[in-house]
């Protein structure tokens, strides 16, 4: 179900969901992610500020056409397309522990890629649960680091 009211919403506004090639397109994100996300994205703030981090879940991808989503080589069942995904910025090793510790703790831990610059999550159940990394040069590293997170769940 689309969010129907985006006044819930205390991190995010919908314009940050929105495909590159639609405009108001991020009105079709799902209600029940949104809200997770925005949970996520209040926990990493609180965690962020114990050590000295300011964490803002800085949107790259949300909500995608069907042609914007084949522009970028996005995979043709993508949960981006039914506004059940976001990409998250990462900018360094710190606030990408306390991204993912965030999210697993509000159940959003169900499927997440791990990037070099990014974080992708969504909440798609018609998928199977998994974890991932996108190729990287420190992907074993990464990998080291979901395997820890998930026997983690109580770390924030």
Same mark, same amino acid.
């Given at each position: 179900m689309k969010?129907?009211?985006? +006044?819930?919403?205390?991190?995010?506004?919908?314009?940050?969901?929105?495909?590159?090639?639609?405009?108001?397109? +991020?009105?079709?994100?799902? &209600?029940?992610?949104?809200?997770?996300?925005?949970?996520?994205?209040?926990?990493?703030?609180?965690? +962020? &500020?114990?050590e000295g981090?300011?964490?803002?879940?800085?949107?790259?991808?949300?909500?995608?056409?069907?042609?914007?989503?084949?522009?970028?080589? +996005?995979?043709?069942?993508?949960?981006?397309?039914?506004?059940?995904?976001?990409? $998250?910025?990462?900018?360094?090793?710190?606030?990408?522990?306390?991204?993912?510790?965030?999210? $697993?703790?509000?159940?959003?831990?169900?499927?997440?890629? $791990?990037? &070099?610059?990014?974080?992708?999550?969504?909440?798609?159940?018609?998928?199977?649960?998994?974890y991932w990394?996108?190729?990287?040069?420190?992907?074993?590293?990464?990998?080291?680091?979901?395997?820890?997170?998930?026997?983690?769940?109580?770390?924030?």
């Amino acid at each position: 179900m689309k969010v129907q009211d985006w +006044g819930q919403v205390k991190y995010f506004d919908a314009f940050e969901f929105d495909s590159p090639d639609l405009p108001g397109s +991020g009105r079709e994100m799902d &209600q029940e992610f949104i809200l997770l996300l925005d949970q996520a994205r209040e926990l990493a703030g609180e965690q +962020g &500020q114990l050590e000295g981090m300011k964490i803002v879940f800085s949107i790259t991808s949300g909500y995608r056409t069907e042609s914007h989503n084949k522009k970028i080589g +996005g995979v043709s069942d993508s949960a981006h397309l039914t506004g059940n995904a976001a990409d $998250i910025r990462v900018r360094n090793g710190k606030e990408r522990r306390i991204i993912l510790n965030s999210l $697993i703790k509000v159940g959003l831990d169900k499927r997440i890629g $791990i990037g &070099q610059t990014f974080i992708h999550v969504d909440n798609d159940f018609n998928k199977p649960f998994s974890y991932w990394t996108y190729p990287v040069k420190s992907s074993n590293v990464v990998a080291n680091l979901i395997k820890g997170l998930i026997n983690k769940k109580e770390d924030i």
